[in-house]
């Protein structure tokens, strides 16, 4: 069975630090997608990012930036120069690719709060 | 363009009763996902619809089911509700690409207090 493990509960930063946000996974499958969501208190989870397990480039949009290594089933994200806008639940999720599509199915983190003080 | 709209956004209800919670996807979305998130669970998938069938389901009771209409429009049913049931409810859509895994967009979702 896959899983996805943020052991990060809680992180609290001032703002302009630089935070990370671990994300370790576990699957048999050797095709599969991991992905970065954000939830702020509205509850919508927006998309962040997408990474297919055959691609280990790292990726960086703006202040965020992912580091994929799956030698160590990892697949981290850092947020540089914080803001308090950037206060919010962080999950990181995995979807298995056998049939080459996952029916909606997502495996989500326990999820990391954020919270980015001024 | 419109995201993903939930209705209601909060819902009270006692044991016993059932509920209908309503998901209208993006506009061009086939694929409509439910999720049931609590404190101690996290997030769980629930099932999928694409083209009014169900082709996915999580590892729910039978209480839960849901259904697609033919516009895209998903609503889900729980019935004889349970204190457990208390959840934020979340309805996700996705193109549903053929030969790769979809992104979903998800709703603000609905939270049911059973009490």
């Known amino acids: 069975a896959q899983k996805v493990t943020q052991a990060q509960t809680e992180i609290s930063v001032v703002e302009k630090e630089d935070v990370t946000l671990d994300c370790v996974y576990e699957t048999r499958d050797t095709t599969y997608y991991l992905f970065w969501y954000k939830q702020p208190p509205s509850g919508e989870l927006v998309f962040l990012i997408r990474r297919n397990s055959f691609d280990e480039q790292n990726e960086i949009s703006g202040r965020y930036s992912w580091n994929f290594q799956k030698s160590t089933s990892s697949f981290n994200f850092t947020i540089t120069a914080s803001q308090v806008v950037d206060s919010a639940v962080y999950f990181c999720?995995?979807?298995?690719?056998?049939?080459?599509?996952?029916?909606?199915?997502?495996?989500f983190g326990q999820g990391t709060i954020l919270t980015v003080h001024p | 363009k419109a995201g993903v709209t939930q209705t209601p956004r909060y819902l009270i209800k006692t044991r016993g009763q059932q509920v209908t919670l309503s998901c209208s996807p993006i506009s061009g979305h086939r694929s409509v996902s439910w999720y049931q998130q609590t404190p101690g669970q996290g997030l769980q998938f629930l099932f999928e619809y694409f083209s009014e069938t169900q082709r996915n389901k999580g590892n729910f009771p039978g209480r839960f089911s849901g259904r697609q209409f033919s516009n895209s429009r998903s609503e889900m049913n729980v019935s004889t509700l349970e204190l457990g049931d208390s959840a934020l409810y979340l309805c996700a859509s996705s193109l549903a690409e053929t030969g790769g895994i979809e992104k979903l967009f998800f709703g603000s979702g609905t939270q049911l207090s059973v009490l």
């Open positions: 999720a995995l979807s298995e690719g056998s049939g080459g599509t996952s029916y909606g199915k997502l495996t």
